[in-house]
């Protein structure tokens, strides 16, 4: 049997609608120049300005490039961004690391300590894997699986 097609890309809410206008690494690269927001500094912020406001030294320019700080711009100027935290990203990164580490034969509890993760997260996460090759259906593997729609998709999609 062939390995069943990725779903569509779903991107956690903090993502969503900047992830899919700049792509999800380009969003991610912003989330890393986001500072702590003044009133909340437990949380990092970026503010999007108006695109007749936007300035070259703006982290939007800096790092994306006029037209496509503009585009952001465009589409939500006036707002702040909340970017995700670096954990729910990351716990996709290490999730892909145990699909691969599989794929080479090492068995649920050599996963879990390559990977500095419990067994059971681990075959949760193979479970996430089996659930979409058996039925191609995301809710299925969210409940089967435990996880979010976000950290499947984050999951199943090997190439971002």
């Not at 809410?13 to 927001?37: F, V």
């Amino acid at each position: 049997m062939s390995k069943r097609q990725p779903p569509p890309l779903i991107l956690p809410k903090s993502l969503d609608p900047i992830g899919y206008i700049i792509g999800l690494s380009a969003a991610l690269k912003l989330a890393r120049a986001a500072k702590p927001h003044p009133c909340r500094p437990d949380k990092a912020s970026l503010y999007i300005p108006a695109p007749d406001r936007l300035e070259a030294s703006h982290p939007l320019s800096r790092i994306l490039g006029r037209p496509l700080a503009l585009e952001v711009c465009e589409e939500m100027g006036g707002s702040h961004w909340w970017p995700p935290s670096g954990e729910h990203i990351e716990a996709a990164i290490l999730a892909r690391q145990v699909l691969d580490l599989v794929e080479v034969g090492l068995n649920q509890e050599e996963i879990a300590e390559r990977c500095g993760s419990t067994a059971k997260w681990a075959g949760n996460v193979l479970t996430a894997y089996e659930l979409w090759q058996e039925t191609g259906d995301l809710e299925a593997v969210r409940l089967g699986a435990k996880v979010t729609y976000s950290f499947a998709s984050l999951l199943l999609n090997r190439s971002w």
